[in-house]
């Protein structure tokens, strides 16, 4: 009888795990040789997280053309979604015409909460602890000290009361990692004095994902004659204004834009959840969910995009220094610092949106796409080597990017 109730799986080899899920799930040997390959991670993959079986390659594309802030990247992108490193990189050589991005970015701070309740007089309590406010980080600080040797650690304290709680925000400045633990470790280190400073309990203490104080933002000149003209500017524009005032547009604004962000911040071994719950956040902080994007004209009529956004990336700590592949991609980027990488996170943010948004104004986004995709169709359908290209020039000639029509593309061929 099958049953998910195993005692002790995470006791067992990865060998041994993944025979029982084959004798639960019915895999074949082919699937089991699929699943078992750990690629590049090797031996680490099981060291990584719990439970492992396997691992699950992505495709690794380099975006060209990237000059930003006078120095050229070539950027590794790793993405399963057709047409999103070729966007990249077109768009990229377009805003070249005009120099390219030009970036910048706050320090590296990031918040950790500190959750207060059962306080009588919250706004007293406030006071308090603002008055205290050295002897907290120095209590924090103590926690790290190699941190604060590099410049970073915990830096200043801000306190909310927030539906009768006190939250105590600690801003670190955690340098040139994520931040996460670093942020953590602090926070439950001040949390006993702040209930004996203040007679409440301490509930949650962990860093917030929306980075406020961490911000990103990029920017990029369009020539019109470059990107087809000033219809295709004014349509770019109305396209960024329907996302501004249309939520249901807006989410698929800015899910183009993070098409591009976590393809880069996967490629380094970074948290995308973290950082798609922080972009997200700060697209909504004002009570409206909005882009984060703005486009407008310049006094020539040419095309202006701006983005700003959370990017809580690192370049130490965590899978950016274990996991083999994405070192190397660190290295491909030949970034120095985490602010480096934030910056040029933010420039592909720009330029994925901007791509999305012409396809759209101009020739609709599925031509390119869809042209793209149907070597994902082929592959499904069982072509292999140069039959899926003869598939494709089929399905892409007729506009019938579906399985079923490259199975029967696929019959005909073969005879």
């Known amino acids: 009888m099958r049953t998910s109730k195993i005692s002790g799986f995470y006791k067992l080899s990865s060998t041994k795990r993944l025979e029982t899920v084959r004798d639960f799930a019915g895999l074949s040997e082919e699937e089991i040789n699929v699943l078992a390959n750990t690629g590049s991670l090797g031996d680490i993959a099981d060291r990584m997280i719990e439970n492992v079986v396997g691992a699950m390659p992505l495709p690794i594309g380099i975006a060209v053309n990237f000059m930003i802030n006078d120095k050229d990247y070539l950027i590794p992108m790793a993405i399963e979604e057709p047409s999103v490193v070729a966007a990249a990189s077109n768009a990229a050589k377009m805003a070249r015409e005009s120099g390219g991005f030009q970036t910048s970015s706050t320090e590296p701070i990031m918040v950790g909460q500190i959750q207060l309740t059962d306080v009588y007089d919250p706004f007293s309590v406030k006071f308090t602890i603002l008055a205290n406010k050295e002897r907290i980080l120095n209590l924090a600080n103590e926690e790290d000290t190699v941190l604060v040797k590099l410049g970073g650690g915990a830096k200043d304290l801000e306190v909310r009361v927030v539906d009768s709680m006190v939250i105590v925000h600690l801003l670190v400045n955690v340098k040139d990692a994520m931040g996460a633990n670093a942020v953590n470790t602090m926070v439950e280190a001040v949390a006993p004095f702040i209930e004996q400073l203040t007679g409440g309990k301490v509930n949650l203490r962990i860093i917030s994902n929306l980075a406020t104080y961490r911000l990103a933002r990029a920017r990029a000149v369009f020539a019109r004659d470059v990107i087809g003209g000033e219809e295709v500017v004014d349509g770019i524009i109305s396209a960024y204004l329907f996302a501004k005032a249309d939520p249901y547009r807006c989410a698929t604004h800015n899910k183009g834009i993070m098409n591009g962000i976590d393809a880069v911040v996967i490629a380094t071994g970074n948290d995308f959840r973290a950082i798609e719950a922080g972009a997200h956040s700060y697209a909504s902080i004002t009570g409206q969910y909005l882009p984060l994007t703005r486009w407008e004209k310049n006094k020539d009529n ?24 994405a070192k190397t991609n660190l290295k491909i980027l030949g970034v120095r610092t985490a ?19 012409r396809a759209l104004a101009t020739e609709g986004i599925q031509r390119g796409h869809m042209a793209l995709h149907a070597r994902n169709v082929a592959i499904a359908a069982g072509a292999k080597g140069e039959l899926i290209d003869r598939v494709v020039e089929i399905l892409v000639r007729e506009q019938k990017v579906r399985v079923d029509r490259a199975k029967e593309v696929l019959a005909e061929i073969l005879g």
């Open 339 to 357: 602010n480096e990488l934030a910056e040029i996170i933010a420039a592909v943010g720009l330029a994925q949106n901007f791509a999305a948004l």
């Open 302 to 325: 040419d095309l202006v995009g701006t983005i700003e956004l959370p990017l809580a990336v690192g370049i130490v700590g965590g899978a950016t220094s274990v996991h083999p592949t």
